[in-house]
């Protein structure tokens, strides 16, 4: 690599960790306690799980790297037991940016195949990441962890909010963790570039309403802790707003046509849903471009 070239990337990973410090400073870490060994940790980034038993501490998800030590602060207020594994539910930045600092706090990375290969990849600033943020044990289809006394089911769901998304479900506690498979009150962010889908999205919240019933906590990816009445909601969201651009594609309309076609989205928007991270624009295109791809 030649010298300039090298400064660059070294000055602009320096500049980012600068910012990225400032920007976290002032983010607190909240714990809301679920049932007896399960809590939800929400900060900035997607929302973490956290199982606590008598021996260890299973956590899943991390959100960004500068807000570790205040993650690991709140986790010793609850628990004072060791970290034994970290489960990432996809690959993006929020969910997996504290990887290397929960590793070397003891924890042992699960993930599914294709987030593993995901992370190994070059990054947006040319850089590779460090051997510590890869998982070191990945999973095809399915995965069934005994911790703290409890069965927790691990599901891959395929082209949903990513190629590499999963789903756990505590099955004694009866907690379900979806991560970005699920946006409460909030349109999702589809990540078509990475392998995600409405029709995979829609199909993943179908397969993990088969697991739950009306006492189940949710852990979303993002928003407050949910329950079966709010999921469904939220699936009834998709697959109307699938339907009626499904509807406009069959009619001729164009992608312009459709992006500027509010009446789509408008009963959801009233409710709130488009003043998250993906407005109502948005994700008229994103349903559009997935509806419409090869």
Request: proline residues 2%; negative net charge; charged residues 25%.
């Amino acid at each position: 690599m030649k010298p300039n070239k090298l400064f660059f990337l070294l000055f602009a990973s320096g500049f980012i960790l600068f910012v990225n410090a400032q920007r976290f400073d002032k983010v607190e870490i909240k714990a809301t306690q679920l049932t007896e060994k399960v809590y939800m940790l929400q900060g900035a980034g997607g929302n973490i799980g956290l199982s606590v038993g008598n021996k260890e501490i299973f956590i899943i998800d991390d959100q960004f790297a500068p807000l570790s030590q205040k993650i690991l602060d709140a986790i010793e207020k609850i628990s004072d037991k060791p970290l034994t594994f970290l489960v990432n539910t996809h690959f993006h930045g929020d969910h997996t940016g504290g990887n290397e600092n929960m590793a070397k706090a003891g924890a042992t990375i699960i993930a599914h195949e294709n987030v593993k290969k995901r992370l190994k990849g070059i990054q947006r600033d040319g850089t590779y990441k460090s051997k510590e943020t890869i998982p070191v044990i990945t999973f095809n289809d399915k995965l069934n962890i005994t911790i703290n006394d409890e069965d927790v089911a691990v599901f891959h769901v395929s082209n949903a909010h990513t190629d590499g998304d999963s789903i756990l479900y505590f099955t004694q506690s009866n907690v379900l963790h979806t991560g970005d498979t699920y946006f409460n009150g909030r349109y999702p962010y589809i990540d078509l570039k990475s392998g995600g889908s409405i029709n995979g999205y829609i199909e993943a919240v179908k397969r993990a309403m088969i697991l739950i019933n009306e006492d189940t906590k949710i852990i979303p990816g993002h928003g407050q802790a949910s329950n079966l009445t709010e999921y469904k909601s939220f699936l009834n969201m998709l697959e109307s707003l699938r339907d009626r651009i499904k509807n406009a594609i069959d009619l001729g309309k164009s992608e312009e046509e459709i992006i500027a076609d509010s009446s789509i989205t408008e009963d959801y928007d009233e409710l709130g849903y488009g003043t998250g991270f993906i407005n109502s624009e948005r994700i008229r295109l994103t349903i559009y471009k997935s509806l419409t791809s090869n």
